[in-house]
């Protein structure tokens, strides 16, 4: 048969050896086997008692210029020792260690099933292939809580309402939808700077509070996973998701360290000379695109906080880390957008002060304006690091402090209300904008949280919400500092 087989890297994730061959006597379905691996993996009992996974998911097209189309899964093959693997709804395969480890994750021969039926296809000769992955972190499932102490300032933070004299943390405690109002056993919020945030309520009992676990990605979204996602569009979708172009960051040279290219005149694939550096300058449509592509979908205001701060008890204006504590010198970063870009001057070492790229630590770098490489503090201390010097939440993902914003679904609009635990299935159509029927298609319901590498130190605080309603002029507007974080529910 003469099938092309292309395999495609993320963040520290490898997927090589892609085979695509029809399963013995059952012509209907054929396999997939490919080997898997990535580094710093693991699997705890102990707190916080998860683990990280790879989602991985393929797309096919008639060799060699038809349309990609997403493959549609029907169970797992082969399981290689030591792991464990989930096909979800046909759309993607979580991988994950099947006992407790650390160290690099390596399967040889993981094998899915697709089901040629379910495409509509009865032949795989003269077919290209590609397959994806992304790395993810678990998030049990379980009581946390939103917002703040009673003496936290920060902006427009969740609380329970009913107390005249105080903003107390509002705990989640199941999936039951929550009134909202200044009333005992309520949640409310307040609108300081008026921008119209509605302030109502019910949040209902099919919006993800964060009480159901989930998996969420390890790292911000980088240029070489938008790049992957942009190649395989056609050209009247990419030319709603080229964030070169005038509407984005109008140029093919290093903006804002966003170094993707792409010239629609000659029909060559897009590239970046930054892979692992998140990617800027898209769009709310650009990123639910990209949400739907993967079969994912966006992380929730209430998530943010679950993957922050876990079952804890919250802090008065802690970071995604859990302490008060940040850097607040200016960093020098080397090796620019290399897999191993560091920061050289992490030599003040407090044990309760984390480090976030923000406008006191990454102003202006010798590289300008932009974000830093996704892992990079973790990467940049050769003696070991802990949760609060690698900057990470407390199940272990990334950047959630700072670096680039956080798109979230916020509380504070209908639309945003409305969303559910509803994915994307890999499809998108012909406008090349995501369809899923929950979720917001404006501005309205997307809110911003966490901080980029240009916001103040207040905007990096877990509770703070002071840009949760408006906080972008269209569903278009393209910021160098914007990206998602993409979720899978269970």
Not at 157 to 181: C, Q, W
Not at 201 to 222: D, H, T, V, W
Request: with cysteine; aromatic share 12%.
């Amino acid at each position: 048969m003469l099938i092309s087989c292309s395999a495609l890297m993320g963040n520290n994730i490898l997927i090589e050896n892609l085979r695509v061959e029809y399963e013995v006597g059952n012509p209907d379905y054929a396999l997939l086997t490919f080997d898997l691996s990535w580094e710093n993996a693991w699997r705890t009992t102990s707190a916080p008692a998860n683990w990280d996974a790879a989602w991985v998911f393929a797309k096919y097209r008639p060799a060699p210029d038809g349309e990609w189309q997403h493959l549609i899964l029907s169970n797992v093959g082969q399981t290689p020792n030591g792991a464990a693997i989930e096909v979800m709804e046909g759309t993607g395969a979580m991988v994950y260690a099947a006992a407790p480890m650390t160290g690099p994750a390596t399967y040889s021969q993981v094998q899915l099933r697709w089901s040629l039926t379910a495409n509509g296809i009865d032949l795989i000769e003269i077919m290209d292939f590609r397959i994806f992955g992304v790395e993810m972190v678990y998030v049990p499932g379980g009581s946390f809580y939103l917002g703040s102490t009673f003496k936290g300032q920060e902006i427009n933070k969740l609380y329970e309402g009913g107390h005249p004299n105080k903003k107390d943390p509002y705990p989640v405690t199941s999936s039951d939808a929550i009134p909202v109002a200044n009333a005992s056993h309520s949640l409310y919020y307040d609108d300081v700077y008026g921008n119209g945030a509605d302030v109502a309520g019910p949040i209902p009992a099919a919006f993800p509070k964060g009480f159901r676990a989930f998996y969420a990605m390890k790292y911000e979204l980088s240029q070489q996973q938008y790049v992957d996602f942009f190649n395989t569009l056609t050209p009247a979708q990419k030319a709603v998701h080229d964030i070169t172009d005038a509407t984005g960051k109008n140029t093919d040279g290093d903006q804002a360290r966003n170094c993707v290219s792409y010239d629609p005149l000659t029909g060559e694939d897009a590239v970046t000379t930054a892979p692992h550096v998140p990617v800027g300058y898209v769009s709310v449509r650009d990123m639910l695109a990209y949400l739907d592509w993967s079969g994912l979908r966006p992380m929730t205001e209430m998530e943010f906080e679950k993957l922050c701060r876990g079952p804890v008890f919250p802090v008065d204006a802690e970071f995604a880390w859990g302490t008060d504590q940040v850097a607040r010198w200016k960093f020098l970063p080397s090796l620019p957008n290399a897999p191993n870009e560091i920061l050289t001057n992490l030599n003040k070492l407090n044990a309760n002060e984390g480090y976030a790229a923000y406008d006191m630590t990454t102003p202006n770098t010798r590289f300008g304006l932009g974000p830093l490489r996704s892992g990079i503090f973790s990467g940049s201390l050769d003696l070991g690091t802990t949760r609060v010097w690698s900057g990470a939440g407390y199940y272990g993902n990334m950047e959630l402090s700072g670096n680039q914003a956080e798109g979230v679904i916020s509380i504070t609009h209908a639309d945003g209300r409305a969303f559910t635990n509803q994915h994307g299935n890999g499809f998108l159509p012909e406008t090349g904008y995501a369809d899923v029927p929950t979720w917001p298609q404006t501005y309205n319901g997307i809110g911003i949280k966490g901080g980029h590498g240009n916001s103040i130190v207040d905007d990096l605080q877990v509770a703070d919400r002071a840009h949760m309603t408006n906080a972008l002029s269209s569903e278009n507007f393209r910021p160098y500092w914007l990206q998602f974080r993409g979720v899978r529910g269970l």
